[in-house]
């Protein structure tokens, strides 16, 4: 059956999905190949934040007690946060701040999570903690101006609810939360403050008594937050997990609970910040790095925006410790590019919603049609992604009658498309050719980054009565984006294509 | 029928078909465009020489008689001689100097050619253009050292056989030439010059001539030069030419013409350079941007070097202004890349050579195999290009037999292929299908950019005794590079890709 | 006598002196140091239009007839066009369209003016040239965008009172503007044109005739444009030219006399644009390159705002060709940069302008003092430049008591001051230190830029009740930027610099 | 007394001060502000090799164990070291690597080194260190060749004889030397090998023991190594040290001191490599931030070639965390660089040495002359700088008279000189100025990078008899050099500078 895609929107498109992006910890932004990771991915998708954790930890170097005089004083240091925030800037993406982890001369145990040990224990000393909160707000403020630092929203540490994040238990995070965001608002009332960060799948109840204690205490609170991953149990290989998933569908089930959850509290009418989701939660399993997992999540990423006002693909990029440093190019890590810039078929749909129009014509389960301020038409269309592993090779159609130019045009119109597939755009595929070196030089590093470019085809379609029949004959997992413009034809009227050899 | 390709080379392959590459007029060089153009040009193809026309004509502004203390004298500026050669020098090509044309003030008469009005009349003073000439390579000695200069060849004058061209008749040109050879020996003796520069198809016994004049006065001569062109009569439409050609071997046979019209002299021993070359003369005729342009001189890149010591592509991109400044994107230029640096299908033939190895394993009427240093094996192909257009659609097919790794080897081997053809990397179709804009706006330039790059893929085939056998299919007018690598497999032995979605 | 500049802003600062600038014709800026030199200029000076010659003579490429089917036609070609305001857009900066010169195939006649031959003659046809201004606008409306072409001011021809730029008579002028006035109108009514960009001190009845034939006539205006010189009779030396000049306040009373010439009528109240100025107007008189320059147009630049909307500095660079290529690096051209972005003196003030505030604290004979946004004081004083040669060698001087912090604070503030004059920042003098070489080397090319950055030092000044006494000793032509910023100490308490050495 | 500098060279200029420079760890070096700097240093000073520290610890991740198939097995991982390797190269710089420290996973104990916590107890293991050598090697080989591998020496540990760098005492250290050696050889004999890396001033006795062991036991051996520190008992404050110096004589005496130390084995003769130098071993004394250092280094650097082959300025930059990440801009770190890639003093010294010419023409206690292959003669003089505290103000004076062009040539020179002393390229007293701001802003961090740069002049000096003579006034701890070149004056002989303002 042919969709026949109306002239006029329906809705505009939600940014949600580009509102934020996660990111290994911060000072890992220091690292070139993190930057250029970056600056690849602000050209070609252009995210609104960033979010990572580590802003407090030690690799940050800003808590820094000494003795002078015989007593303990604190230096707050800005060394590696001003260059990790001028890195952002420059590269037209900012902070959505995340609170944590402890210093570890801050910390009240020894506790880390990570490879890189992160301390997960309550601030021994609450009024050391909120003085150091304040500090670095107030950097901030001096240094990229108040106006700006009012729009970086600013969460109160990660998954509270999980204990290898937080030893504190529900009622210590509530005092952390209490203490944090009345620091917060003691610098500027206009800053934005939120939480609680939860982890998808354990101990779910801790929104409500969240809301309940955010609304008791009568605490200042700006937007709501949690995660969603759509993974089960994890088997363990050698620098590698696996997993089953369940079906896409439970990410956006996971984006919509916060509001039903809250419902009747004052939190309900909250911006809800979904601050990590991805399918699998382990930086090692290589579902993240298939032709597959675009297309598993682009219906996630084409319809998130109902539901929530942002979730935050967990990470951009490879550069990435807290499992270890990767041993190998492709390690499954979360990634939209592993090292090197080089594009997973994920990175793409990114891509690709990213030259979507702002006016939605017509979204279905396979795909998305959106107008431009130009007049342009541009299609997002993808192949099943089956988590239990049943789907066809390849011949899933979505056929279109697209309005092309105005209502009773009559001519042609060029096509350019795109496409990731098994076939096309499919890096992975052509490392495991390669026969997974760990560790390539820069000819396979060529090749790589070759084969990691989408296909590119185009053509002429005609164009009756303002419209034009399109048939996208998908591949197995193919994630394809179609842009369609109507020409206007300038070929002068002497143009004779038998005449390219000459008068024979 | 298949080719054994041998496991050990036949013969080095030449490097005369990068030798050198044609240009515009020299102070098109100052040119931004120009400058980005030949930026890629040297990044992918990286010829070793430019050749253009126009050193001395008055846009360059280096002859600049003057009136002091009652007399005539003159200044020699380097304004953009120097802004020309450093930028050359910079992006890794050398000049190929052509002494030409006369200044305006220094000329005989009015006569010019081209648009952009080239003074074709011989000198009015010997003496001054004399001095002229050495007052070029005395500068360009002191600003870049005597060793480089001396590698740079020096050219008399362009086509004197062409009255379009010199207006001086064979003795006039006899007469510049030993007026130039003897000031260019005088700087220095180590200088290398050469002509006569000869059109083809057009008084070709002054080769002959020419040749016994310089034998008779023992004049110096370090190369000969000519050039080659195939295109039968001129049929003009508006801003447009349409020419017959030759068949492509046409081409080789010109290249080959001057040592056995000069056998038995001492000139028949001395360095061939072709100093243009291509299929026809004119700048505007759109047999330049097909895909058909590239199946036709891949024989003639392929196999040229058996006959000359060089013959330069005329030219690299189509910042070029002999009959006015072009007026749509896609004119029929002679470039490699038109504006605004697109790639025509022609690029890639070159591109693909620029990935060929340094040793020849097979060459054949639509094929060439090289084994590179490092032991990886790469191919060139090509479908039939007729000129009487009588080439099949699609399916003209390579079988080639492949030694890859040592002999006896057993695995697998990693294909790279790219390619050019009807459909594939090939603009100017993806410019009609737009109506064939004049000047497409910056959106269309894009699309414009990713249609012009070849198709790509790649995939693993199976080695048994040291071989693998590989079916090249070509399209039409595809020109097709492929590079195979033998594949040393990392995988772990734990690696089970059916548990990729889990353990279900 | 010590100047008591006040807390508090009396005027904003005009933009003015940067609305505009100056450059040769528009197809020099296909070129790569033209771009360069534009790049540089707009990183450190940042003007908002550019305004230059040739937009419609035949280097351009855009008239472009030809016959078909037995008749004439016109094609509009834009391939140059397109790459010139591409790259000006690029560079944040837009074209301030001048109409002109004529096509030499839709020319009256065959005179010319400059080096590069632009023809001076009114259009044979009327309806071809209004054809071809409607034809360019429509283009640029469609490449982009009809407001961002708003904003770009279209001025009739160039010095028309001139009979070296205009064969055509002041009728013959007046018939010009209406015609392409009313072809400007006609693609849209809120595109601005303007005119009669009169020469100075020639003729200068003209522009109340003008005015007179506007009104009367009724004809669109949307501004008054004239230009400014103050140099005396041409003195010719081979590639030079010198030449007396009046004193710098001769340039403001021609800024203001357009205003008093049309009092009464509706244009004294248009916006005013000064289009062309500069002291001498021969690009080959040396005075553009010294430090006198800088100082002499000090006052002019600071002060023109208050009579004009704009006065645009003739040349941005020394890419320029009007009386042939220049024969040597300084040759007396108009630009702020010579060749490869070597900066003179009078660069400098433009960019020490660049670095001021928005609002006035003071503003006398020898200095201006300005505020910024986030509080600091900046300071340009200049030294006097006296043309008829009567300078004092060094010592003028300029005291100021400056407001720094709020009023009362105590401590101190850091200076950093920048200054050209005969001895710092005068690349000029360098180069004739060197010798003058006419074309120098890459080495001596560094030496220069190295010359020509401006003299910088630094240092601490007290602050008492809010205020710090500075004493700006000048150097002979010297023109000094100072900025002054309150300190917050941050110095450790245990900080001592006599251990620095140990405890010794 | 002025001092005559001979016409011709008495000695080539040794490259042994910029043939090393040390590095903090070396995943410091996958960090942007480290890659910017290093490419900074490299365009202006260019070092040949660089050494740091922490190849084969935890944040390199090169050694992986893990478990499968129930036993104990190890990936060698070169994820960062490929990034770390490849950025090198990139940027000119080979490694000149150290062996260190222990994998924590390969270690017999929990000692630890440094913030970063390097660890310094010998391996549990000697097999699998080996194994982890020889893998290092071997993957470094496949990357980038064997030729290029037996270029970079390979040194085993870091300052042994300091019980806070090694565990295992002398004896095991030479048993460490043996495996290592040993493990080198046996994947190529070619590589080459040495030690012991000594620090200075403690159990110097080492050496000679080292000596005696590695002959006893016929070990390979291709080079010997120490290092090198002038600086006192420290003396702390919080987030600094200070220090007394001794003079900088005891540096070279340090250098010296091998060879002697080593007289009469086969040791003696071997290339010496200073593999670390600096006056204070700490990186948080701000003597190293001081114009005075670049004067006490000066003598050192340019006489140091006369007695190593190397020495090794500790450290290019202050991207560095041994004692914890700086928490202020100026924090006394080794660095050439501070930070975002301001320069100090010392930076300058090597960017004037780097500057010199390849042939010395004299060398005395306060300068030193060389010769270029183009004429050209340069000049290092630096004022005195005594670790007393007793240097004069400003004064010393250099006197020389310079050879300049052929013997007997007439006219002029153009003398071209830049400095930094207690005045000029001072970054660190306009830090102070500033009120030592922890983390300035990006305009101040403008003006401090302004500040950075060397003081500059030009001037013209006349020629008599191929001679010119030269008078340097040193300011204060001033280092300053000088290029002098001969002027071919161009002048044309209509030049009047009398008319520059016109003829009055």
Redesign the interface.
């Known amino acids: 059956m042919r969709i026949v895609v109306p002239q006029q929107p329906t809705a505009p498109l939600s940014d949600a999905w580009r509102t934020c992006v996660g990111t290994g910890r911060l000072d890992l932004a220091?690292?070139?190949?993190y930057?250029e990771s970056l600056a690849l991915t602000q050209r070609e998708i252009g995210f609104r934040y960033i979010r990572g954790h580590g802003l407090l930890s030690d690799?940050?170097?800003v808590h820094?007690p000494?003795?002078?005089a015989g007593e303990r004083r604190v230096?707050h240091?800005?060394?590696?946060l001003?260059?990790v925030v001028?890195?952002y800037l420059e590269l037209g993406i900012a902070p959505f701040l995340e609170l944590g982890f402890t210093p570890s001369q801050l910390a009240s145990g020894e506790d880390t999570v990570f490879w890189w040990k992160g301390n997960i224990t309550p601030p021994a000393d609450e009024k050391e903690w909120a003085e150091l909160v304040r500090a670095v707000l107030r950097?901030l403020i001096?240094?990229y101006g108040l106006d700006q630092v009012r729009e970086w929203p600013i969460e109160v540490w990660n998954e509270p609810n999980l204990p290898i994040f937080w030893t504190g238990g529900q009622d210590g995070y509530h005092r952390l939360y209490e203490v944090s965001a009345l620091a917060v608002k003691e610098v500027d009332a206009g800053l934005q403050v939120g939480g609680p960060s939860l982890a998808p799948g354990y101990r779910d109840e801790w929104i409500q008594r969240f809301g309940a204690f955010v609304e008791d205490r009568d605490l200042p609170i700006d937007f709501v937050s949690r995660h969603a991953y759509s993974?089960?149990p994890e088997?363990h290989?050698?620098?590698g997990t696996?997993?089953?998933?369940m079906p896409a569908s439970a990410l956006l089930e996971q984006f919509a609970a916060p509001r039903q959850q809250l419902a009747g509290t004052r939190l309900a009418g909250l911006p809800l910040h979904i601050t990590e989701f991805n399918s699998s939660y382990r930086p090692d399993n290589?579902?993240h790095d298939?032709a597959?997992h675009a297309a598993y999540l682009a219906p996630v990423v084409a319809g998130g925006g109902d539901v929530a006002d942002s979730f935050s693909y967990w990470t951009f990029c490879d550069v990435f410790e807290e499992v270890?440093?990767?041993?190998?190019?492709f390690h499954g890590g979360f990634g939209l590019l592993t090292?090197?810039q080089i594009k997973k078929p994920a990175y793409h749909l990114y891509a690709f919603m990213a030259q979507m129009g702002d006016a939605v014509l017509a979204r279905g389960e396979d795909h998305l049609v959106t107008r431009h301020g130009d007049g342009r038409v541009t299609v997002l269309a993808w192949a099943p992604a089956d988590?239990?592993?049943g789907d066809p090779v390849d011949g899933h159609t979505v056929r279109l009658s697209l309005p092309v130019g105005s209502p009773g045009a009559r001519g042609?119109a060029?096509c350019?498309r795109r496409s990731v597939s098994e076939e096309d755009g499919n890096v992975w595929a052509?490392w495991?050719?390669?026969?997974?070196?760990?560790?390539p030089?820069?000819r396979r590093l060529d090749?790589l980054r070759?084969?990691a470019?989408p296909g590119?085809s185009?053509?002429?379609v005609p164009v009756t009565g303002g419209r034009a029949d399109v048939d996208l004959v998908l591949r197995r997992h193919e994630v394809t984006f179609l842009?369609i413009t109507p020409?206007?034809?300038?070929?002068?009227?002497?143009?004779d294509a038998g005449?390219?050899?000459?008068?024979?």
Chains 1, 2, 3, 4 share one sequence.
């Not at 240091?77 to 590696?80: D, V």
């Open positions: 220091l690292r070139r190949d930057q690799g940050m170097g820094r000494y003795e002078h230096r240091a800005f060394t590696y001003d260059q001028d890195a950097h001096d240094r993974s089960g088997r290989v050698p620098f696996h997993q089953t998933l290589p579902i298939t597959f270890g440093i990767p041993t190998a190019l090292h090197r988590p239990a592993g042609s060029f350019r052509a495991c050719e390669m026969g997974r070196p760990l560790a030089t820069g090749a070759e084969a470019e590119r185009h053509r002429s842009e020409v206007v034809d300038e070929t002068p009227e002497w143009w005449r390219l050899l000459g008068d024979r």
